[in-house]
């Protein structure tokens, strides 16, 4: 057990090269730029390793040879490409950085063809998921298609209506995503009508 948990440590540190050569910017030979933010030098041959996607857009004309290139993220601020790059080069984030942006980051994970990305987004969105946070989880398995985040947060939505229903996001969120409300309103008769017919079997004839 200790030798193997040695190797692991040994395997995490080689690993982590990678990392410092984001941070150092040593070879960096393209510029990825977001939307809101300064552009962060990263390496063409690692993001076509991640993604092909990003293998992609590398290889079309435009983006060939000049390290001055750069391509754009622009759904992404600078913080969240920060966090996407960090994961790219090192398989993980800390707590805190994972936490904060892995809304955006599944959102981009998805965009780009990342499938360790959305599986680590997925984890932590789960996690993470309660009445307070529900409807963002929900609008969010809509835009990447998640059928697993987007039970999980109905479910929830169900479980707490009066929590979700009458709080300060209800209102925006219904007048934004109206077919969501009416799949919201489905499941909440759904869910009186089996609790009405559960209690109607129960009744035994007099």
Known sequence: MEER????????GFLESLVVALEDEIHTDILIKPGIGPPIPAHRALL???SEIFKNILASDECKAP????????????????????FLYSGSLPLE???Q?????????DKYDIPFLKKFCERQILRSLDPS??????EVSVACSNGILREQAMNSIVRHVDEVVFSSSYEE????NAH???EITRALVMQTRDRRDGATQCVEPS
């Open 67 to 86: 390290a001055e290139d750069s391509i754009s993220l622009p759904e992404l601020t600078h913080e969240e490409l920060k966090c996407l790059l960090e």
């Open 180 to 182: 969501l409300s009416v």
């Open 101 to 109: 942006h892995s809304f955006a980051l599944l959102i981009a994970a």
């Open 97 to 99: 950085m994972a936490k």
């Open 48 to 50: 076509a390793t991640r």
């Open 173 to 176: 969120f219904a007048l934004k």
């Open 133 to 138: 946070n529900a409807l963002q989880v929900l």
């Open 5 to 12: 948990k040695e190797e692991m440590n040994e395997k995490l």
